[in-house]
């Protein structure tokens, strides 16, 4: 198949998105989406409603999912896991295992907060959570915005939530081997997300890629939500020497809080082949 414009990366209130899964693929319809993929965080519990939607829709849908990995020293790197068997078990318990760790990390994320004046963090936050089992920072900023702190969430983090802020906590994610080991097991496709994003020297951030290759990683987002025209170039430039597939990703994660809207993202540079190339 050849999709004139595929999104392969997005979330909705199954994670931290603001829309609900049906809602999202409404939307990424509407904005001309012919090939979409749901990336909630460590989570596949939309996957169902989405599909349902797309089917009625006729819009192309596939399984995805966006695992947080912790790598190196103290960093978290996301891989995107696509075209997989939602029910595979070793998945499925994998995934439950680092969405476990959230709610004790966010009760330590609000005991931090409170000590630079930031009171009621965890029940502030809880409001703006779709599903229990997902509490994360994008929730605690939403909270602060409400309290008056900040303007928006971009400056909550840049003050509060960041690696190196006073409301950070470090906490152990999955191992890279594990994610990856879930996504094959599942017969998936496993993606870099947003490889321009993570605060890594160029010499870290090739480690990273061939760790991730030497595991059996297979695919990059060449082009991301949040992406100019200098990252393409470089990370078109890392699929050729890799030999990785190339993914295209909004990172959508509501009206007024993404970068880009569904698939308004720039196209793949032609001579790449696409993550969706085999997928009949
Ligand atoms: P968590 O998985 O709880 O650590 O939350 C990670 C999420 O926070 C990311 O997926 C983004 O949605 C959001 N996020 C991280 N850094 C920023 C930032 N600088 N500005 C806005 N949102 C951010
Ligand atoms: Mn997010
Ligand atoms: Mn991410
Ligand atoms: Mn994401």
């Known amino acids: 198949m050849n999709p004139a414009n595929a999104d392969l990366h997005c979330h909705s209130t ?43 829709l006729g819009l192309r849908f596939i399984a995805g999912v ?39 990390r966010a009760g ?9 004046g930031i009171d009621g963090a965890y029940a502030g936050a809880l409001k703006y959570v779709g599903n229990p089992a997902l509490i994360s920072r994008s929730h605690f900023a939403r909270y602060i915005v409400e309290r008056g ?16 802020k006073p409301g950070y906590v470090s906490h152990p994610w999955a191992e890279l081997s594990e994610a990856l080991g879930w996504i094959k097991a599942a017969g998936g496709i496993a ?8 605060r890594l020297t160029p010499a870290e951030r090739r480690e990273l890629f061939v760790a991730f290759k030497n595991l059996g990683g297979e ?4 082009v ?8 393409i170039r470089e990370f078109a430039g890392i699929a050729r020497e890799f030999g990785f597939l190339a993914s295209r990703a ?26 969706w190339a085999d997928w009949v």
């Open 14 to 56: 199954v994670s931290d998105g603001l829309l609900a899964p049906a809602v999202i693929v409404e939307r990424a319809r509407a904005n001309g989406v012919d090939l979409l993929a749901l990336t909630d965080h460590d989570e596949i519990g939309g996957l169902d409603e989405a599909a349902a939607a797309a089917a009625v």
């Open 66 to 104: 966006e695992i947080s990995v912790s790598w190196g020293d103290d960093q978290t790197v996301h891989i995107v896991g696509l075209n997989f068997d939602q029910r595979h078990p070793e998945l499925v318990a994998g995934l439950a295992r680092v969405r476990g760790g959230r709610d004790k």
């Open 108 to 116: 330590r994320m609000a005991e931090e907060l409170a000590k630079v």
């Open 149 to 164: 702190f900040a303007p928006d969430v971009k400056t909550v983090f840049d003050h509060w939530l960041a690696k190196g």
């Open 191 to 198: 993606v870099v997300a947003h490889p321009g994003r993570y």
């Open 219 to 222: 695919g990059i987002e060449v």
């Open 224 to 231: 991301s939500g949040s992406s100019n025209d200098a990252e």
């Open 250 to 275: 909004s990172d959508f994660h509501g009206p007024g809080e993404s970068y880009i809207d569904l698939g308004r993202m720039a196209q793949l540079p032609p001579d790449l082949k696409p993550v």
